[in-house]
């Protein structure tokens, strides 16, 4: 099992470029969440994705959107990138509400 | 957004020593109440979680006690060792509700 694998690991972006993001859940799960870290600090929830459809989001604006496909792999996409999207983003998956696995992460740089 | 507050912000122990991090919510329902582990450039994984029907939880060198009283829960490493320096996150969930994650306490076990 690869557990949940994201890509790409690495992106660098300038303000007012958008940016899509991906996930592959671990297998068996069908559930993903996704967490913006910024350095130092604990992860925030962006907003979760179960049978294609925006389950639960968080503080985040309308720039942040997602999609879930059938295979319940997961996109996110952020519009009119600003220096604060700069983070770590995490994509963790479940099997409905249980515990969560996290993946490695994408790290975002906006200049 | 629920507050989760964290402490220490950093700690150093010798190996062999315990390691304690606390972890305080406000007042609202939680089901579950996870402690995170993070080393660099990696996502983080789930160490130890603990429901609020039990007070304390033991797996190998790491227990959870729960004070649901005081709205407090902390993390114990036993025998500490350097391979567990890390960064420590806890989280609390509410009921239905996705996770909120506490800022992270750094921990560095010297040799």
Redesign the interface.
């Known amino acids: 099992d690869a557990g949940?694998t994201q890509s790409p690991t690495h992106l660098i972006k300038t303000r007012g470029q958008q940016v899509t993001l991906r996930c592959s859940p671990k297998s068996g799960h069908d559930t993903v969440?996704w967490y913006q870290q910024a350095l130092?600090?604990?992860?925030?929830?962006i907003f979760?994705y179960y049978e294609e459809e925006e389950r639960?989001r968080?503080?985040f604006p309308d720039r942040f959107s997602g999609h879930q496909f059938p295979n319940y792999s997961s996109e996110l996409n952020v519009n009119a990138l600003l220096l604060g999207d700069s983070a770590l983003y995490?994509c963790?998956s479940s099997q409905g509400?249980n515990?969560?696995?996290?993946?490695?992460?994408t790290r975002l740089t906006v200049l | 957004?629920q507050q989760?507050k964290?402490s220490p912000q950093s700690l150093i122990v010798q190996k062999g020593g315990i390691s304690i991090i606390n972890c305080a919510y406000e007042n609202t329902a939680f089901d579950?109440f996870?402690w995170?582990q993070q080393f660099p450039?990696?996502?983080?994984?789930?160490l130890i979680?603990i429901r609020p029907d039990v007070s304390e939880k033991k797996e190998g060198r790491f227990t959870i006690s729960f004070n649901k009283s005081a709205k407090q829960f902390s993390l114990h490493i036993m025998d500490s060792q350097p391979g567990d320096s890390a960064t420590y996150?806890c989280?609390v969930r509410p009921v239905?509700?996705?996770?909120?994650?506490?800022?992270?306490t750094r921990l560095s076990v010297l040799p």
Request: cysteine-free; overall charge neutral; charged content about 5%.
């Open positions: 949940v969440s130092g600090q604990g992860p925030q929830f979760q639960q968080g503080n995490l963790a509400a515990e969560q696995f996290f993946g490695p992460g | 957004q989760v964290q579950y996870p995170y450039g990696k996502g983080p994984a789930l979680a996150f989280a239905s509700q996705n996770f909120v994650f506490g800022p992270g």
